[in-house]
Nanobody
Framework: QLQASGGGLVQPGGSLTLSCSASGFDVDSHDIGWFRQAPGKEREGVSCISSTGIRDYARSVKGRFTISRDNAKNTEYLQMNSLKPEDTAAYYC???????????????????WGQGTQVTVSS
């Protein structure tokens, strides 16, 4: 199971750190992705980290968001800086067991999903 937390209301330019805690498996043995979905929009990949530590980011968040892992806590993090109103969305973390051919940023690659945590960027 995955559980995402850390969302909230933040002003433009502010920061938030989302956490994705796992139970029943080790996060460092799976690829972990962060996704977001705004009302009326499709779910989009934000960032992912492979089991070997390779990181990838969507172009819209590169340079502002950082994905990381704490093996001791079996938790993944998404540090979000310089937040913009367009970052407002429900954020989800997901775990991929094995590649399916869609690419690491596609939601169809992922097998286990946590519940969403809402991030609202507004003044």
């Amino acid at each position: 199971q995955l559980q995402a937390s850390g969302g909230g209301l933040v002003q433009p330019g502010g920061s938030l750190t989302l956490s994705c805690s796992a139970s029943g498996f080790d996060v460092d043995s799976h690829d972990i992705g962060w996704f977001r979905q705004a009302p009326g929009k499709e779910r989009e990949g934000v960032s992912c980290i492979s089991s070997t530590g390779i990181r990838d980011y969507a172009r819209s968040v590169k340079g502002r968001f950082t994905i990381s892992r704490d093996n001791a806590k079996n938790t993944e993090y998404l540090q979000m800086n310089s937040l913009k109103p367009e970052d407002t969305a429900a954020y989800y973390c997901a775990a991929r067991i094995s590649p399916k051919g869609y690419g690491p940023t596609s939601q169809y690659e992922y097998d286990y999903w946590g519940q969403g945590t809402q991030v609202t960027v507004s003044s």
